[in-house]
Nanobody
Framework: QVQLVESGGGLVQAGDSLRLSCAAS????????MAWFRQAPGKEREFVAA????????YYADSLKGRSTISRDNTKNTAYLQMNSLKPEDTAVYYC??????????????????WGQGTQVTVSS
């Protein structure tokens, strides 16, 4: 079992950058696929990015592709989401998620077993 705690959100202006962090407690962090999802008011929670267990392939939603980088530091049990050139439409609560299921579809939120409490990102125009 793992517990996830996000940090790094805040209020920024359009064009700014933010780096979100997801600190994981528990064992075997390296065996978890880590992902970021986001949820804007009145909308469904949507996939943003994922990195496979062990630091394998990375995946991105089209909405942030080219403007974001997901990474992980297995020595610190932490995953990161670097977001650049932020837009007002990126405003949402950003959630970290984890799964040990090797066959998980990385963009499907139902495939994740563990979730953080979320961190608010607000981008002003």
């Amino acid at each position: 079992q793992v517990q996830l705690v996000e940090s790094g959100g805040g209020l920024v202006q359009a064009g700014d950058s933010l780096r979100l962090s997801c600190a994981a407690s528990g064992r075997a962090f390296i065996t978890y696929t880590m992902a970021w999802f986001r949820q804007a008011p009145g909308k469904e929670r949507e996939f943003v990015a994922a990195v496979r267990w062990g630091g394998g392939p990375t995946y991105y939603a089209d909405s942030l592709k080219g403007r974001s980088t997901i990474s992980r530091d297995n020595t610190k049990n932490t995953a990161y989401l670097q977001m650049n050139s932020l837009k007002p439409e990126d405003t949402a609560v950003y959630y970290c998620a984890a799964t040990q299921t090797r066959t998980a579809l990385v963009s499907r939120r139902e495939d994740y077993d563990y979730w953080g409490q979320g961190t608010q990102v607000t981008v002003s125009s």
